[in-house]
Every structure is written in C-alpha cells, then in structure tokens.
C-alpha cells in the first residue's frame, strides 16, 4: 500500500536529494545544454516545499496538483512543464484517494510518463529523461506482477532508471538543447534522465524507510 | 565570477525594476508573475503581440515593447524559458478583444511553457495563435534535432509583426505575416569568449584564448565547430556565406542586414563584420536596402557577433520603416 503522507513524504526527499544534487545536475547539463538543469530544478522544489507547508489535505490529488503547480511555475525550462506534466499526470489517475494499492501506484506513475511524453513528444534513445523512465516502469511491473512487496519492486524501478539513465550515455541526442550538438552529444550522461533516475530512488527510499518502520 | 548583482536570486527582479524606472513612460512591470507590459495595454481593437524567453538577451524581449512592436514581454530566469503563468498573465492583460499572437523561439522549453499558456488563455476565451522563428542555419533541421534555434531573426519578426498589429491587422495576418518573416530570415553566430549564468557560478562551456566556437546559440549552446582565431573577414565568411545560401539570395534581391552583439563585442568590431558582410552582398547583387547594427538580442557578457539577413519586399520594408517606440528600438515618432 502506498499512502498520501508517503507521497508527501518522497516530494520532500526529491526535494532534498535536489538540493543536495543541484551542481552535479548543473555540471551535466553545461556539459550538453545549457547548465541550469541543477539550479531550476532546486528552485522549483524549494517552491514545491513551500506549497506543501501551506497543504492541508494529504489526498494524492491534491498533493501532485500541488506539486506539479509549483514546478510549473518554479522551473522553466523543459523540465518545468515536463515534471508537472508528470505529476499532474499521477493527480489525475489517483484523485482524491488518500490510500491505494501497489499496481495503482504503478499505473499513477505509468499515467504521469504517459504525460510527459505527450508533453515533450520525444520517444526512446532520444537521449531524454524518458530512457530512464520507461526503463523503471518496466521493471516495476514486472515486479510487483512476480509478487514482489513493493519497496522491492520499487528497488528494481530505480536501479532500471540508474541503468537507463548509464545507457544515455553513448546516445546521439535527438530532442531538447542537447540535440543541437549532435554527434558532439555522445559520452555525456543526460541530465533529465539523470534527475529522474534521482525522484524514482528516493521513492524506494522512502517506501522502503516506512515499511522498516512499521515492521 | 565578477558581475555587478547583489543576490544571485535577485538578479532578474532588480534588473527589471530598473527597466521600469528608467522606461516608465513606455513599459510597466508585474512581478509576480514577471511580464513588462506596453503602459496602454491593453489597445482595444488591436491584436496582441507577446513574446518572451530567458533572461540575459537584453534587450530582447522587455526593450523591444512598446508602440510599434510587442505589448509584453515574459522574462524568465537567465537562459531559462518563462513559465506558463506569465505568459496566460500576459495575454489576458494584452488582450484588446482583437487575440493575441504569441512569438515563440525555437527551444523545447520556450515551445512546450508556452503551448500550456496558449491552452490556459484559449480556456480563458482568448483567441491565441502562435509562430514559431527558427532561424539558425547553425542548426541542421531534421527530424532528429529540436530543429533550428530562433536566434536574431526574432528581432526583426517582433519589429514586423508589431507594425502590421498596430496598423489594425486581423490575427488570421499578423500571425501569416509572422510565418512569412520566419520564412525568409536566416541568422549564424559565433563566439569568441564564454558567459557565466550567475546562478551557476561559472562560464557557461570553456573556449581557448586562440578559439572560436561557430554557430553559437544564444545560451552558449555549442555550434558547428570549434577553430582557432582568424581575422575578422574569414570569421565573417563563416557566419555570412551559409546564411546568404541557405537563403538562396538572388542577385536583385533586396535584404535587411543585422549585425547583432552577443553582449561584450564592441561596435566598432561589429562595424567590420558589417562592413564585410555587405561587400559580400554587393558581389552578389543583393542591394542591402535596410540594416540594424548593435546589441539587440544578447548572451550576458559574451564576445561574439550573429548575422542575420531578412529578405524584404515592399510590405516588409515599409512596416520595418514604421514608427516604432520601445526602449531599445525607436523611430518614427
């Protein structure tokens, strides 16, 4: 089970990790774009925390509008309105539960990717943030479909993502800033993959602390 | 890193409080969210006209609104697009029940914040079209890039456009007229030295004290290759000759010519790029019938020039000749 005060509880990780992982996140991205990658994303869930202070329902709807709100509005870039698009996803498929199951935690995620592709329209190996996400979905599924508990499952989705996010590394970019560089992009690790592989560790992070806690 | 900021978080807000101090007469600013709005929007009858990007271009997008060219601009943070809301603020503040055209640079970020306005404002009642300039030749368009940069072409396609808004245009012309600037302007820049976006702390990429990177974006993005320092007329070829073929100028053919500053490149320096380019131009039977020189869409403090040369026709020249006021460009009137 996954629960309302869990969601709150890995923004604030992803918020914390961010902030501890800005320059690295930075130095990627001067590497290939444009360097703000670290900088924007930690503005953003300096915003994110904000909002979450000012929060008085704990619903997944209210916690991922809230969320994909600030980041919206915080970021800029094409990762603002790519991780809003993600969290706004999840909102919407998990509405105003405050508890649901393992597979639909994973369909939520599953509906947030979907957004952010429909939001950045770039598809696998184009050396994105999706080469880590898709990766992690899939072996998330396969998980929880073998029995798997979830902070298990959840385990195996961030090390697909860390896989994933490795495997950008020879990609010619095809999408983003980084495209413009063309075969110049290869051997450089894509920051937005890297920032994702960085929200799905700290959500085993967190599901796993709590499971240890109650048990 | 030596600039003159106080808080790094502070930059753009006190840049832009200066803006409305020195600028009040022509533009007014919001803050929360940032937009730097004409003073008499919004201008009933007329269409809207609103761009935006990154901040660190100056005086692209903020200087250039006014009567005459756009009705607001979105600054976001340095090098990084503006976000959603500033943009659905800007176009219902500018809104004149005439719609509004959205200027969009072709970046990822720049397309997909301001695809979200434009479905925020459509959902507010707002007729919104949008156009796209992408007109860096530096930038091979295929279907496996983000495609071409708008770069310096930008300039010109906001003088343009704002001009036949003015006149009373319909959105269904000003947003063609908007299509058909794109269509015929090409731009190539280069760098001869680094910026440093203050909040990172450091130059944006590293470049020799004898290298040029060719084909440089306005972020400091890389180009098409990296050289060593040659004179001013071998740099200019580089930047020119790709523009003019890629444009398939002929001769008779009449043009616009903007030599642009990244920001530290002097005038005096620009000159000699002009001065060449437009010999060039006359070997070829191009008559350059309207020029722009100068710092108008800059990145921070980086050396460095664009060409950019803009075909025009009778409507084209006559609208860029028309009275413009705006803090950074103004004639006219």
Same mark, same amino acid.
């Given at each position: ?93 998990? #509405?105003? *539960?405050?508890?649901? !199951?393992? %597979?639909? $935690?994973? @369909?939520?995620?599953? &509906? ?5 592709? =429909?939001? #950045?329209? *770039?598809?696998?190996? !184009?050396? %994105?943030? $999706?080469? @880590?996400?898709?990766? &992690? ?5 396969? =998980? ?12 195996? @989705?961030?090390?697909? &993502? ?54 | ?333």
């Amino acid at each position: 089970m996954f629960s309302g005060a869990q969601a709150v509880a890995w923004v604030r990780e992803v918020a914390s990790v961010i902030e501890e992982q800005a320059p690295y996140l930075t130095k990627l991205d001067a590497a290939i774009g444009d360097g703000d990658h670290g900088t924007n994303m930690a503005r953003g869930f300096r915003a994110v925390l904000q909002r979450l202070d000012g929060l008085e329902a704990d619903d997944f709807g209210s916690v991922f509008r809230a969320v994909s709100m600030a980041l919206i509005g915080k970021v800029g870039g094409a990762s603002g309105p790519l991780y809003g698009s993600f969290y706004l996803g999840m909102a919407k498929e998990l #509405g105003d *539960a405050d508890e649901v !199951d393992d %597979t639909r $935690l994973a @369909a939520a995620l599953r &509906a947030g990717y979907d957004s952010v592709v =429909a939001r #950045g329209k *770039a598809q696998l190996e !184009d050396k %994105t943030m $999706l080469d @880590a996400w898709h990766p &992690a979905l899939e072996a998330l599924d396969a =998980a929880l479909a073998e029995g798997k508990e979830l902070g298990a499952a959840l385990d195996e @989705a961030a090390r697909a &993502a860390e896989a994933g996010m490795k495997a950008t590394i020879p990609m010619v970019a095809r999408k983003g800033r980084a495209s413009y560089l063309g075969e110049r992009s290869r051997d450089h690790q894509d920051p937005g993959a890297t920032s994702t592989h960085l929200i799905l560790e700290a959500l085993a992070k967190v599901v796993n602390e709590g499971s240890r806690r109650t048990t | 890193m030596k600039k003159l900021i106080n808080a790094v978080d502070d930059f753009v807000r006190e840049s832009l409080e200066g803006v409305q101090r020195a600028h009040g007469d022509l533009v007014d600013v919001n803050y929360d969210p940032f937009v730097v709005f004409r003073v008499d929007a919004p201008v009933q009858g007329k269409v809207g006209v609103i761009s935006g990007g990154g901040s660190g271009h100056e005086p692209m997008h903020g200087g250039f609104v006014g009567r005459g060219m756009l009705d607001a601009a979105c600054p976001g943070e340095v090098f990084t697009s503006p976000t959603p809301d500033q943009m659905e603020w800007a176009t219902r503040k500018v809104d004149g029940g005439a719609g509004v055209l959205h200027i969009v640079k072709n970046y990822s970020g720049d397309i997909m914040n301001f695809e979200m306005a434009a479905d925020l404002g459509r959902d507010g009642g707002i007729q919104v079209e949008s156009v796209v300039i992408d007109d860096d030749v530096a930038v091979k368009d295929s279907l496996y890039t983000q495609g071409r940069r708008g770069v310096g072409g930008t300039v010109l396609a906001e003088k343009i456009v704002g001009a036949k808004a003015e006149e009373g245009a319909d959105l269904a012309a000003v947003a063609e007229l908007c299509r058909d600037v794109n269509r015929n302007v090409r731009s190539m820049g280069l760098a001869l030295t680094s910026c440093t976006v203050p909040a990172a702390g450091s130059p944006t990429f590293e470049l020799g004290d004898d290298e040029v990177e060719i084909g440089i974006g306005i972020h400091g993005e890389p180009g098409r290759e990296r050289i060593k320092l040659e004179g001013a007329d071998q740099l200019t070829d580089r930047l020119a000759r790709p523009v003019i073929e890629d444009l398939g100028l002929n001769s008779g053919d009449r043009v616009l010519l903007f030599v642009n500053s990244m920001g530290g490149t002097p005038l005096a320096e620009l000159y000699v790029v002009y001065r060449h380019v437009a010999q060039l131009l006359d070997e070829g039977g191009v008559q350059v019938a309207r020029h722009l020189v100068g710092p108008y869409i800059t990145s921070l403090e980086m050396q460095g020039c664009s060409v950019t040369i803009l075909r025009l026709d009778d409507e084209k020249t006559r609208l860029w000749d028309a009275p413009v006021l705006t803090p950074a460009l103004r004639w006219g009137v």
